[in-house]
């Protein structure tokens, strides 16, 4: 692969946003998508309950969307991005309209606004419950038939490039590995962004798909960037339970609740009220967090979410991929109850940038769930999420185009053969342990051992960069040490904000 002029890692909402928005504003710019897996495959194809916006001006107003971001974020949101991003939302969804996304529309022609979990008003802009998917195809679309836009899926970036430039540091591109070739190559850009999504992966039970290893995270880290409050993952409460689930569990979207559905347990009592008095329509940590000591309290393994009472026909025209994907698992929710559980769903920290998406690393960007803006603060509201990677993409790429230094010299590519690392049995067991130990960590946070953590953390670190420093190499290999440095820079907030007592250092993480 040749050396670029811009080199976007991620091909999510943020990633190609960012690059239909740079493309618009300057056709000449070279710009390569490096993707890991097929370049639909990302949290964005999965999103369900839409975008948050304050589209209908008699019955919302941006004060309310402002506040109610600030009250889910626990008094750690900073207020100015929040009032930035909210301001600018309406104008972005109009771009993405403009893009050929399709919205559900009311009668009068208007679009139809949802309600879920933690707004005061219906302003959830949605596509069916596929949103995400609408989303992805159509900018997947726009990307694909620009001239000077080139996608690279299957190919798994293993690190920054980074040099000093004055006493600073500066992100010249990237090292890919390529498997099938089983070599590592350099990629030289002018700027670099990580649009690498998030981390879900690091837990046992989570709504993201296998992608999500938190690899920017990690890489980041290594790389010596500044990350921020990595200890707030969010976990959301109505996750499809099963007996034998796969990598990722089956997400049963928040506007399900907004839509009247109830949460109860084995005795069909409504529980959540005694935790919060807004019940089901409580934020998502809240009600995460009641199902669980209630599920530790009656020793059951899920509580249920019960549809019985609902307009079934209106339930599967706004949830055709709920009710395809209830159907395909046996429940008939005119009559069962369905069994759900919280899952890992969204991580709220990230990679420090400024309003513009620029990291404290010249020339590095982030964008999308891998980075930490100030939005979300403690907690994301729902639907924020897509917005704000929409709005930072936007304002990355104006600040992108006007500053680009493009390169006179091009770098020359440095290629290094790899041998296959073959142990994945061993690869598999760090990966279940780890998930199993991230798990009970997320609730039990303030009575956990925490040196046994980052013994555990450690040495799988040790041991995976011994592997690269021998030149052996796999894609499992890479994921499981994204995953541990992921995991030790979430276990070290943790272990920071409850102001834990350690026996080892934790520094090396
Ligand atoms: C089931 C589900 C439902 C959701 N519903 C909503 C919703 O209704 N509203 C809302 O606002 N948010 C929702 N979210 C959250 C939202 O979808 C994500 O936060 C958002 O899509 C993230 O976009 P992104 O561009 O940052 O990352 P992603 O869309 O996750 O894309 C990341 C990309 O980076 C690539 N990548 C990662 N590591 C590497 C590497 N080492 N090398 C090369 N490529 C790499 C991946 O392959 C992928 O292409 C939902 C999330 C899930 C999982």
Known sequence: MKNTDILIVGSGIGGLSLAAKINTLNPELKISIITKSDAIESNTRYAQGGIAAVLDTINDSFEDHIND???????????SIVEMVIRKAPERIKELIHLGVQFD??????????????????????????????????????????????????QVVVDLLIEN????????????????????????????ILATGGCGQVYKNTTNPKVATGDGYAMAKRAGAELQNMRFVQFHPTS???????????????????????????DE???????????????RDIISLAIFEHMQAKKS??????????????????????????????????????????SAHYQSGGIKVNSKAQTNIEDLYALGEVSCTGLHGANRLASNSLLEALVFSHEAAVNIVKTIKLHTTLSKQEIENTEAFLDNKWVQNQIESLKDMMSTITFQSENYNYDDAID?????????????????????????????????????????????????SIDEI
């Open 69 to 79: 971001t600030l009250k889910c974020g626990a008094g750690l949101c900073d207020k």
């Open 105 to 154: 529309k009311k009668s009068n022609g208007n679009i139809h606004l949802a309600l879920e979990g933690g707004h005061v008003a219906p302003r959830i802009a949605h596509h069916k419950d596929k949103t995400g998917f609408e989303i992805e195809t159509v900018l997947l679309n726009q990307v694909q038939k620009r001239k000077n836009i080139k996608i690279i899926p299957h």
């Open 165 to 192: 430039s004055n006493g600073n540091k500066r992100c010249n591109g990237v090292k890919i590995f390529e498997e099938l070739k089983n070599r590592t190559t350099t990629i030289y850009a002018a700027v670099t």
């Open 240 to 266: 499809l339970y099963e007996e034998n689930k796969k990598e990722t569990s089956f997400l049963i979207s928040e506007a399900v609740r907004g839509f009247g559905a109830h949460i109860i347990d084995e």
């Open 269 to 283: 009592s409504r529980f959540l009220f005694a935790y919060d008095k807004r019940g089901e329509l409580a934020t």
């Open 301 to 342: 393994k899920f509580v249920y979410l019960d549809m019985r009472h609902l307009n079934m026909k209106a339930f599967e025209n706004h949830f055709p991929i709920i009710t395809e994907k209830l159907k395909d698992v046996g429940y008939d929710f005119s009559k069962d109850l369905i069994p759900i559980v919280p």
């Open 456 to 504: 555990i953390i450690n040495s799988i670190i040790e041991k995976t960069e011994t592997e690269f420093k021998h030149k052996y190499y796999s894609i499992e290999l890479l994921n499981l040490r994204n995953l541990a440095i992921t995991a030790g820079i979430i276990v070290k907030d943790l272990v920071n904000s409850h102001k834990v007592k350690l026996k080892m």
